[in-house]
């Protein structure tokens, strides 16, 4: 023990302080082999490669009573952070408005489920999901919460589905509250 002018006392003499945790140095090996496998990218990392690439997006809206509204957009999709995430950005229009989105998607080794972040021009919110994939990830279902800038209702129950159709094609969906409010399909360019 040590003293200071203060007269407190420090432990500064014991081993377990000088390395910090006081764990041996095989269970830190160990702990750190725990840690490069969860933060290494696996199978389900590799079937988020059916997304990547630059894409033509036909966005379909579907309102209450009415045809759904039609519009185009355009989706440039790459893996960042080594290849941990996949990075898109989407560039549409929503209710005669162009706007621009961006989304990261990745898979938590820890949690096995598949995440996705969203933000965009036209909001503040940001809306976060999380779910699993079947049919060999060829299907990746996401739920989450949302709000509705336009209604002012919180806490929406939202749902998103990616189904891959092809090498070239895929389709995404979303619903609020188990109805569907939009559909994208994307063709590869």
């Known amino acids: 023990m040590k003293h200071d002018n203060t007269g407190s006392t420090a432990v500064l003499d014991r081993p377990e302080n000088k390395s ?3 764990k041996s140095d095989a269970e830190k090996q160990e702990m750190m082999k725990k840690m490069e496998a969860a933060g290494t ?3 389900s990392h590799k079937a988020l490669e059916a997304f990547v690439g630059e894409w033509k997006a036909e966005v379909k809206c579907f309102h209450e009573g009415g045809a ?3 519009s185009q957009g355009t989706s440039k999709a790459s893996w960042t952070l080594n290849g941990h995430f996949l990075e898109e950005e989407f560039h549409g229009e929503m209710m005669g408005k162009p706007f621009t989105g961006r989304s990261l998607m990745g898979y ?6 598949f995440n996705t972040v969203w933000v965009s021009d036209m909001q503040t919110a940001i809306f976060t999901s999380e779910g699993k994939g079947e049919n060999d990830n060829r299907v990746i279902t996401l739920v989450g919460k949302s709000n509705c800038p336009a209604t002012g209702r919180k806490d929406i ?7 891959v159709l092809s090498p070239d094609k895929y389709v995404f969906e979303m619903y609020n509250d188990n109805t569907k409010s939009m559909e994208i399909t994307y063709t590869r360019k």
């Open 68 to 70: 759904p509204q039609v």
């Open 41 to 43: 990218p696996g199978p």
């Open 20 to 22: 910090g945790s006081g």
């Open 157 to 163: 129950s939202m749902k998103t589905v990616f189904r």
């Open 108 to 113: 938590d080794n820890i949690k096995q489920t």
